[in-house]
């Protein structure tokens, strides 16, 4: 694999069924004598400058279940956020750290980091991808289709220049699953991302109906994401036909199920009887970031 995980453009196909292989064997043998301890001895740092539930807590019981260390570090309250530069931190901390989980606004930042490293960076989130998100999407996926993933159909409703709309697109194109994105001209998925050619074909379209016809997955993402809070009232407007609610539900394959990367604000992308149906495998989805992150770190870092 490559050094880093940066949006998922980096895997190759072989990268992704080693990814799905090994978060099978961790989610099995979690708790277990068989459990490995690849990060033994090791530090990783965990550097976020947005907020976290899920990203925050799996990846540090992660490091720990693995054997490592996390160091936890709010951006803010380090010397980055009075303006240390990306290239001297990432020297500094390869002295100390054997490995960096980064949640932060810029790719640019992810990615300098990376290259002023000798140790691996995952992006845990930035204002363009969240890959750890996108594979464990990936990951659900293949428990919930039986091992199946060539020719699934995910439908995508909302925001389609988001961080998770972008990740998930050259996940699915690495996986063979087709992924139909319906959103507004004005949130319109990234042409060069629809442009690549890979198993999966990515296509959009502004008719939520056309979207869903045959889906086996939906998905949504929040209509606001974090640091586009000054948007709020434009986004509200534009996205709201977009909304993941039972009418559009029924439009899906009979069995579909519904992903979100969460959090859920109910009642904007997602109704509740949607979130709260037989339909919604959202925290199977959620669990699986620990399963997932544990194998990306054992693959990168262990
Ligand atoms: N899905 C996700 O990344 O959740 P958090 O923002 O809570 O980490
Ligand atoms: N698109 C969302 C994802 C949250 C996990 C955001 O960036 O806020």
């Not at 979100?260 to 199977?284: K, Q, W």
Request: with cysteine; net charge negative; hydrophobic share 40%.
């Amino acid at each position: 694999m490559n050094k880093d995980l940066l949006s998922c453009a980096e895997l190759t196909k072989d990268d992704l069924n080693a990814i799905i292989e090994l978060s099978r064997k961790l989610k099995k043998e979690r708790g277990t004598p068989a459990a490995i301890k690849p990060l033994a001895g090791k530090s990783i740092g965990m550097i976020f400058a947005k907020s976290s539930t899920r990203t925050r807590v799996s990846f540090e019981v992660g490091i720990q279940e693995l054997g490592g260390y996390p160091v936890v570090l709010d951006q803010g309250q380090t010397q980055m956020g009075r303006g240390e530069t990306i290239p001297d931190t990432a020297h500094v901390l390869e002295r100390y750290l054997q490995g960096i989980v980064i949640r932060t606004y810029k790719q640019s930042d992810v990615e300098g980091l990376a290259a002023n490293s000798r140790y691996p960076v995952i992006n845990a989130l930035t204002d363009e991808y969240h890959p750890c998100q996108a594979l464990t999407d990936i990951f659900t996926m293949w428990e919930y289709s039986g091992g199946n993933l060539a020719g699934l159909k995910l439908a995508y409703l909302g925001d389609g220049a988001s961080n998770m709309a972008n990740s998930l697109m050259l996940a699915t194109q690495l996986a063979g699953i087709d992924m139909a994105i319906a959103a507004p001209e004005e949130f319109a998925p990234m042409q060069s991302i629809l442009d690549r050619k890979a198993d999966g074909r990515s296509t959009w379209t502004t008719d939520v109906t056309e979207a869903l016809r045959d889906a086996d997955f939906i998905y949504t993402d929040v209509w606001v994401s974090m640091g586009f809070e000054a948007e709020s009232r434009r986004r509200m407007e534009i996205l709201a036909p977009y909304q993941l609610n039972m009418a559009n539900l029924k439009k899906a394959k009979p069995g579909a199920k519904v992903l979100h990367c969460l959090p859920a604000h109910r009642g904007e992308e997602i109704t509740d009887d949607v979130m709260d149906s037989d339909a919604s495998i959202v925290f199977d989805q959620a669990e699986n970031r620990l399963h997932v992150q544990k194998a990306i770190m054992t693959l990168l870092m262990g």
